[in-house]
């Protein structure tokens, strides 16, 4: 993976700018300036709580906003029109065959694993990153006011607490300037362990914190290929909770003006396959199927109205469609293979339309000169080839798709998104300042 650059400015005056690519994996090297080099005369920060800032920054970011329990540890240099990445450390389990039997992921039991994980995936993402070192005596006790704190942080997570007592006390203090956390949206019973464990380790390691909105990683994490953004832009966001088209001015400058009003397309996605007999997740072979249909060269037997095509706004509907894939199932008393893929394939054209439409409108509406897309859906083969042709309609609009490594949830996208945000407001490297750190299952921008 490469940078990425954010910017106002033409590709000429960017390509102007050194290391304007670079998002790299494994350590790098680079200059350190603290936070005093950056603020004006007269800040109220003192020499006590500076950090490393703009040139080198180290980034511990927490992902647990549903079924990934995901660690990344990455390194941000460069300023904001022109930032680079190392990614120093990534750890990442996915819960999918712990939910595969019940056919969607339950909250409750994805809290219990996260908690699980968390301290193995950190331990990881430290040790792949170079920054894991023990301390040197054989027995580590934590202060008795620091461990009564972290027995309440985390007093709904005994397995956890248990660990981290165990673990955390071992390890040497990482050199790291910022953690990052999901805060929202997502289950909040995920969501309260990334951030409680996130909490702990902030009582520990006397690290500033922030909470980061998963959607807005998922907006960064479409932009890695290191060929800039230019504003304004639409960012349309589509997973199994969301269906979403943001107005993006500008940095950090976002306008919700478009989502679903029930299902999610990607919820929608796997509603179906449930229908059709199909195993968890329901996304890929909904898909899988649909373009077998295709390649075939038959033609569809029938078709499904596009939902909310019509309507005067940027809002999606797909429970309606679910519901008529239902209805028309019931025509059909033997389900075949070949139904199968055609069903697959006339309900994928009518979800994925929509989206192409809706779109489209928001980029003439809002005249935006880039395209951003992001979440798991982005995976789909056939929408990724909606857009390239979405995209061909017009002269010189960017396009913007993230690594399909990155298209689902994982946390080198919050923090990517954290350090843009520490890039445009310095105070929150201030060690004295504690953000509240809660779970915010429906946030929105």
Known sequence: MQGFLLAHESPAEMSQKPEANGLRRGRGSFQQKTIRDRLPMGSPYSASQTLRYNDQMKILAIETSCDETAISIIEGSGDIYSPNFNVLGNALVSQIDVHKEFGGVYPNLARREHARNLIPMLIKALKDSGLYKEKNISSVEIDPMVKSRLEEMLIKEPELLKTFLKEIPKIEIPDIDLIAVTEGPGLAPALWVGLNFADGLREVWSKPTVPI??????????????????????????????????????????????????????????????????????????????ETHRKSGKKLGFSFTEPMLNSDDFDFSYSGLKTAVLYKLKEFPHITDEIREEFARAFEEAAVGVLISKTRKAIDTFEAKSLIVGGGVIANGYLRSRLTELISEYGNLDLKLPDHELATDNAIMIGIAAWLKAMKNPELLNTEEKFLLRARGNLSF
């Open 213 to 290: 909105n998963h959607m807005e990683g998922h907006i960064w994490s479409s932009t890695t290929n290191g060929e800039g953004i230019t504003f304004p832009s639409i960012a349309l966001l589509v997973s199994g909770g969301h269906t979403e088209l943001i107005y993006v001015k500008g940095f950090g400058d976002f306008k919700l003006i478009g989502k679903t009003r029930d299902d999610a397309i990607g919820e929608a996605y796997d509603k179906v396959a449930r229908l059709l007999g199909l195993p968890y997740p329901g996304g890929p072979q909904i898909s899988r199927l649909a």
